[in-house]
Protein backbone atom coordinates (compact mmCIF):
# COMPACT_ATOMS: atom_id res chain seq x y z
CA UNK A 1 0.00 0.00 0.00
CA UNK A 2 1.20 3.48 -1.18
CA UNK A 3 1.47 5.60 1.73
CA UNK A 4 0.49 9.00 0.46
CA UNK A 5 1.12 11.08 3.71
CA UNK A 6 4.89 11.04 2.98
CA UNK A 7 5.06 11.59 -0.75
CA UNK A 8 6.63 15.09 -2.25
CA UNK A 9 3.95 17.89 -3.38
CA UNK A 10 4.88 18.49 -7.21
CA UNK A 11 5.32 22.39 -6.89
CA UNK A 12 4.15 24.86 -9.98
CA UNK A 13 7.34 26.00 -11.94
CA UNK A 14 6.95 29.72 -11.52
CA UNK A 15 9.70 30.94 -13.74
CA UNK A 16 6.96 31.28 -17.17
CA UNK A 17 4.83 32.86 -15.18
CA UNK A 18 7.19 35.73 -14.33
CA UNK A 19 8.38 35.70 -17.56
CA UNK A 20 5.40 36.78 -19.02
CA UNK A 21 5.02 39.41 -15.96
CA UNK A 22 8.20 40.76 -17.03
CA UNK A 23 7.46 41.46 -20.55
CA UNK A 24 4.66 42.52 -19.97
CA UNK A 25 5.70 45.26 -17.57
CA UNK A 26 8.09 46.11 -20.23
CA UNK A 27 5.93 46.68 -22.64
CA UNK A 28 3.79 48.62 -19.99
CA UNK A 29 7.31 51.13 -19.34
CA UNK A 30 7.89 51.43 -23.11
CA UNK A 31 4.33 52.38 -23.54
CA UNK A 32 4.60 54.89 -21.01
CA UNK A 33 8.25 56.41 -22.22
CA UNK A 34 7.23 56.82 -25.39
CA UNK A 35 4.02 58.41 -24.66
CA UNK A 36 6.29 60.42 -22.20
CA UNK A 37 8.14 61.63 -25.22
CA UNK A 38 5.57 62.02 -27.10
CA UNK A 39 3.73 64.64 -25.05
CA UNK A 40 7.13 66.79 -24.99
CA UNK A 41 7.46 66.72 -28.25
CA UNK A 42 4.02 67.75 -29.05
CA UNK A 43 3.80 70.14 -26.29
CA UNK A 44 7.72 71.64 -27.49
CA UNK A 45 8.59 71.50 -23.82
CA UNK A 46 12.39 72.76 -22.02
CA UNK A 47 12.54 69.24 -22.00
CA UNK A 48 12.16 68.57 -25.60
CA UNK A 49 13.94 72.04 -26.81
CA UNK A 50 17.26 70.72 -24.65
CA UNK A 51 17.24 68.15 -27.59
CA UNK A 52 15.74 69.92 -30.40
CA UNK A 53 16.45 73.46 -29.71
CA UNK A 54 14.68 76.33 -31.42
CA UNK A 55 16.34 77.82 -34.27
CA UNK A 56 13.84 80.52 -35.91
CA UNK A 57 10.77 82.87 -33.49
CA UNK A 58 8.62 85.11 -35.21
CA UNK A 59 7.59 88.37 -34.32
CA UNK A 60 4.49 88.06 -31.67
CA UNK A 61 0.84 87.58 -33.67
CA UNK A 62 -2.52 89.18 -31.88
CA UNK A 63 -4.79 86.01 -31.59
CA UNK A 64 -7.96 87.53 -33.84
CA UNK A 65 -9.88 83.80 -32.88
CA UNK A 66 -10.36 80.74 -31.83
CA UNK A 67 -12.39 77.73 -32.56
CA UNK A 68 -12.52 74.12 -31.59
CA UNK A 69 -13.92 71.24 -33.14
CA UNK A 70 -14.64 67.84 -32.03
CA UNK A 71 -14.31 65.02 -34.85
CA UNK A 72 -15.29 61.89 -33.03
CA UNK A 73 -13.33 63.11 -29.76
CA UNK A 74 -10.72 63.71 -31.96
CA UNK A 75 -10.68 67.45 -31.40
CA UNK A 76 -9.01 70.51 -33.88
CA UNK A 77 -8.19 73.82 -32.96
CA UNK A 78 -8.29 76.31 -35.29
CA UNK A 79 -6.50 79.72 -34.31
CA UNK A 80 -6.13 82.72 -36.41
CA UNK A 81 -3.87 85.79 -36.11
CA UNK A 82 -3.44 88.20 -38.65
CA UNK A 83 -1.17 85.74 -40.36
CA UNK A 84 -3.67 83.52 -41.35
CA UNK A 85 -5.03 80.12 -40.14
CA UNK A 86 -3.26 77.50 -37.87
CA UNK A 87 -4.93 74.05 -37.28
CA UNK A 88 -3.41 72.62 -33.93
CA UNK A 89 -4.13 69.35 -32.47
CA UNK A 90 -6.17 68.79 -29.38
CA UNK A 91 -7.56 71.10 -27.21
CA UNK A 92 -4.99 71.41 -24.50
CA UNK A 93 -3.30 74.73 -23.86
CA UNK A 94 -4.38 75.90 -26.85
CA UNK A 95 -4.40 80.54 -26.77
CA UNK A 96 -7.62 82.39 -26.26
CA UNK A 97 -8.56 85.24 -28.73
CA UNK A 98 -6.71 88.58 -27.72
CA UNK A 99 -3.60 86.76 -27.03
CA UNK A 100 -0.05 87.18 -28.29
CA UNK A 101 1.59 84.42 -29.85
CA UNK A 102 4.66 83.26 -31.73
CA UNK A 103 5.77 80.90 -34.30
CA UNK A 104 8.15 78.43 -33.60
CA UNK A 105 10.97 76.05 -35.49
CA UNK A 106 13.52 73.72 -34.50
CA UNK A 107 16.65 72.30 -35.51
CA UNK A 108 13.94 69.67 -37.40
CA UNK A 109 12.00 72.32 -38.65
CA UNK A 110 9.19 71.30 -36.60
CA UNK A 111 7.06 73.75 -35.93
CA UNK A 112 5.19 75.19 -33.23
CA UNK A 113 2.40 77.73 -32.14
CA UNK A 114 3.58 79.21 -28.37
CA UNK A 115 2.60 81.99 -26.38
CA UNK A 116 4.78 85.09 -26.18
CA UNK A 117 6.90 83.53 -23.78
CA UNK A 118 7.83 80.83 -25.60
CA UNK A 119 6.77 78.20 -22.90
CA UNK A 120 3.23 76.93 -23.65
CA UNK A 121 3.10 75.34 -27.17
CA UNK A 122 1.26 73.30 -29.70
CA UNK A 123 1.90 71.58 -32.79
CA UNK A 124 1.51 73.21 -36.00
CA UNK A 125 -0.56 70.32 -38.53
CA UNK A 126 -0.99 72.95 -41.10
CA UNK A 127 -1.36 76.60 -42.04
CA UNK A 128 -3.53 78.42 -44.26
CA UNK A 129 -1.50 82.02 -45.70
CA UNK A 130 -4.01 84.74 -45.13
CA UNK A 131 -6.84 83.09 -44.13
CA UNK A 132 -9.42 85.71 -42.67
CA UNK A 133 -12.04 83.14 -41.69
CA UNK A 134 -11.74 79.84 -40.11
CA UNK A 135 -14.16 78.17 -42.90
CA UNK A 136 -12.07 77.59 -45.43
CA UNK A 137 -12.89 77.17 -48.84
CA UNK A 138 -12.08 73.52 -50.21
CA UNK A 139 -12.23 72.04 -53.55
CA UNK A 140 -14.12 68.55 -54.02
CA UNK A 141 -10.88 66.93 -53.47
CA UNK A 142 -10.24 68.60 -49.98
CA UNK A 143 -7.50 71.03 -51.61
CA UNK A 144 -7.57 74.67 -50.36
CA UNK A 145 -5.24 77.31 -51.83
CA UNK A 146 -3.37 78.87 -49.71
CA UNK A 147 -2.75 75.96 -47.21
CA UNK A 148 0.03 73.86 -46.56
CA UNK A 149 0.76 71.34 -44.35
CA UNK A 150 4.32 69.89 -43.21
CA UNK A 151 6.25 67.89 -46.40
CA UNK A 152 2.89 66.82 -47.58
CA UNK A 153 2.80 68.88 -50.70
CA UNK A 154 1.55 72.56 -51.56
CA UNK A 155 -1.68 73.94 -51.51
CA UNK A 156 -2.25 72.01 -55.29
CA UNK A 157 -1.75 68.71 -53.26
CA UNK A 158 1.06 68.39 -55.82
CA UNK A 159 4.41 66.96 -53.84
CA UNK A 160 7.55 67.66 -55.24
CA UNK A 161 10.61 65.96 -56.14
CA UNK A 162 13.15 65.54 -53.80
CA UNK A 163 16.17 67.96 -54.11
CA UNK A 164 19.29 66.67 -54.40
CA UNK A 165 21.29 69.71 -53.05
CA UNK A 166 22.10 70.03 -49.31
CA UNK A 167 18.81 71.27 -47.36
CA UNK A 168 18.68 75.26 -46.21
CA UNK A 169 16.97 74.17 -42.79
CA UNK A 170 18.19 75.47 -40.08
CA UNK A 171 20.64 73.20 -38.09
CA UNK A 172 23.12 70.77 -39.08
CA UNK A 173 20.90 67.87 -38.43
CA UNK A 174 18.29 68.80 -40.70
CA UNK A 175 21.15 68.35 -43.55
CA UNK A 176 20.84 64.57 -43.26
CA UNK A 177 18.14 63.92 -45.88
CA UNK A 178 17.47 66.98 -48.32
CA UNK A 179 13.61 67.83 -48.04
CA UNK A 180 11.37 68.27 -51.12
CA UNK A 181 11.54 71.48 -52.47
CA UNK A 182 8.29 73.60 -54.63
CA UNK A 183 6.20 75.04 -51.42
CA UNK A 184 6.16 71.36 -50.42
CA UNK A 185 8.35 71.55 -46.97
CA UNK A 186 7.95 74.54 -44.14
CA UNK A 187 11.26 76.34 -44.97
CA UNK A 188 9.65 76.55 -48.35
CA UNK A 189 6.38 78.58 -47.05
CA UNK A 190 7.54 79.37 -43.41
CA UNK A 191 7.92 83.42 -44.23
CA UNK A 192 4.19 83.15 -44.62
CA UNK A 193 3.98 82.48 -41.19
CA UNK A 194 6.04 85.30 -40.57
CA UNK A 195 9.38 83.61 -39.20
CA UNK A 196 12.73 85.71 -40.46
CA UNK A 197 13.64 82.96 -43.63
CA UNK A 198 13.90 84.44 -47.28
CA UNK A 199 10.96 82.85 -49.36
CA UNK A 200 11.70 80.89 -52.21
CA UNK A 201 10.84 80.77 -55.83
CA UNK A 202 8.51 78.21 -56.33
CA UNK A 203 9.95 78.12 -60.13
CA UNK A 204 13.36 76.86 -58.16
CA UNK A 205 12.14 73.61 -58.21
CA UNK A 206 12.42 72.51 -61.74
CA UNK A 207 9.07 71.22 -61.86
Request: hydrophobic share 40%.
Amino acid sequence: MIDTHNAPVARTDPRPFLFALAIAALVVAAWLVFGYFGEQRYHNTAMWQSLRPVVLVSPLQAVASVEVRDQRRNATTLVRTEKGLYFLGGASGAPVPGEQVVVQVNDHWELYLCDAAGKRCNTIHSFCAGATSVEVKRDARGRAEGCYAPHTGDGTGVVRETSTEPSRGPGKRAKRLPPPVGMSHPREWAALMGLPVAATNKGDSGS
